[in-house]
């Protein structure tokens, strides 16, 4: 059965009013015009139920002005780091669509010569930028911008993540635990990925915190292609780490599986933390202790932030929010010196 397309028209004769009613009330107008809440509700309602969305094109042509919105990947470093800047722009896509705006999702590859949209925009997000070429772009063709979870300049705004005090969350856990001797397991993202701020920030702060307390910074805190198992042979068996702090999810999974294969029970010999509460840590074995990033307000923010701009002009000097994140305690890490539940439960 073919789908039915509803047009304006079709909305307006079952909502009985005016095409132009109905167009006003989807744009939002005021001034000069008003219609009563219950017939309002009722428009949106039928708008709603037969599933009408505004042609972007058309709209642009008739208003002299668009409701796009274009987010700009710069390469596809968003794509294998799906899950914080996923939910994050989901709730930011939700936001962006109630206001009446439609959401255009472009990719161009880092490094090379690189040119805006050719269509006209309201508005651009990059996530994840990690190519500062980019942004000189941007700032000609004077459109409202934010960067999400990535590089930023002078101007537009920015919406990421405290990295200073996320590190800090985390090893001042450790620390609190009687651990030492913890060593880092950094990204093992590409070269294009490992621009990334969190990936330079996460590891900076280990470096700064642990010779801030002279303690050992342990072997291999900056590679980023030794496989988890050499990691934890040299780390763990070889120089004595009792804890790993690993970059974020994926490397944390990495290190559970391969102190299995190791023969290192966790945590019982080692406790292991990470970055980032995203599928799978709440299921693993054992469940992942984690500094949780607040995605879903970073989407919040960055819809916002673009909104505002859009009513006051592009912002000459760059407003960046810092959003810290919390600690989310569960079964992968232990005080140093105590016993595990599970070797209790076997004493008994």
């Known amino acids: 059965m073919t789908k039915r397309y509803f047009s304006l028209k079709d909305i307006a004769a079952e909502a009985g009013v005016s095409p132009s009613t109905v167009s006003r009330v989807?744009?939002?107008?005021?001034?000069?015009?008003?219609?009563?809440?219950?017939?309002r509700l009722n428009i949106m309602s039928c708008i709603k139920r037969n599933g009408y969305k505004p042609n972007p094109?058309?709209?642009?042509?008739?208003?002299?002005?668009?409701?796009?919105?274009?987010?700009?990947?710069?390469?596809?470093?968003?794509?294998?780091?799906?899950?914080?800047?996923?939910?994050?722009?989901?709730?930011?896509?939700?936001?962006?669509?109630?206001?009446?705006?439609?959401?255009?999702?472009?990719?161009?590859?880092?490094?090379?010569?690189?040119h805006l949209p050719l269509w006209m925009m309201?508005?651009?997000?990059?996530?994840?930028?990690?190519?500062?070429?980019?942004?000189?772009?941007?700032?000609?063709?004077k459109?409202?911008?934010?960067?999400?979870?990535?590089?930023?300049?002078?101007?537009?705004?920015?919406?990421?993540?405290?990295?200073?005090?996320?590190?800090?969350?985390?090893?001042?856990?450790?620390f609190s635990l009687g651990h030492r001797n913890i060593a880092y397991?950094?990204?093992?993202?590409?070269?294009?990925?490992?621009?990334?701020y969190s990936v330079k920030e996460r590891h900076r702060v280990y470096l700064k915190h642990m010779?801030?307390?002279s303690c050992p910074?342990?072997?291999?805190?900056?590679?980023?292609?030794?496989?988890?198992?050499?990691?934890?042979?040299?780390?763990?068996?070889?120089?004595?780490?009792?804890a790993v702090l690993a970059y974020d999810h994926t490397v944390a999974m990495h290190i559970l599986n391969a102190a299995w294969r190791l023969g290192i029970p966790v945590p019982e010999k080692l406790s292991v933390m990470c970055f980032n509460d995203e599928y799978p840590v709440n299921i693993s074995v054992p469940p992942l202790t984690c500094v949780s990033i607040p995605s879903t307000e970073m989407g919040i923010r960055t819809a916002e932030l673009l909104?505002?701009?859009?009513?006051?002009?592009?912002?000459?000097?760059?407003?960046v929010e810092k959003f810290a994140g919390t600690l989310v305690i569960r079964e992968s890490v232990r005080r140093l010196g105590q016993r595990s539940k599970k070797k209790k439960k076997e004493d008994l």
Not at 30 to 35: A, I, R
Not at 60 to 77: H, N, Q
Not at 185 to 196: D, L
Not at 307 to 319: A, I, S, T
């Open 217 to 242: 910074v342990m072997e291999h805190h900056d590679s980023h292609e030794i496989s988890a198992v050499d990691f934890l042979r040299e780390s763990v068996l070889k120089s004595g780490a009792t």
């Open 26 to 39: 989807i744009n939002g107008y005021k001034e000069g015009f008003s219609v009563r809440p219950e017939l």
């Open 307 to 319: 909104l505002k701009q859009m009513e006051e002009g592009v912002w000459e000097k760059c407003r």
């Open 122 to 141: 309201s508005g651009i997000i990059t996530p994840d930028l990690n190519d500062m070429s980019a942004l000189e772009q941007i700032r000609r063709g």
């Open 211 to 213: 010779k801030g307390e």
């Open 143 to 174: 459109v409202p911008f934010v960067s999400l979870n990535g590089m930023y300049g002078d101007f537009g705004a920015a919406v990421v993540v405290d990295e200073e005090k996320c590190a800090r969350l985390a090893l001042d856990h450790l």
């Open 57 to 114: 094109f058309l709209r642009a042509i008739r208003a002299k002005r668009t409701m796009l919105v274009d987010i700009l990947f710069v390469d596809i470093f968003p794509l294998t780091n799906r899950g914080v800047i996923r939910t994050a722009l989901m709730k930011m896509h939700n936001i962006l669509e109630e206001k009446g705006f439609s959401l255009n999702y472009s990719f161009t590859k880092s490094g090379t010569a690189f």
């Open 185 to 196: 397991a950094n990204s093992q993202a590409g070269i294009v990925e490992r621009s990334h």
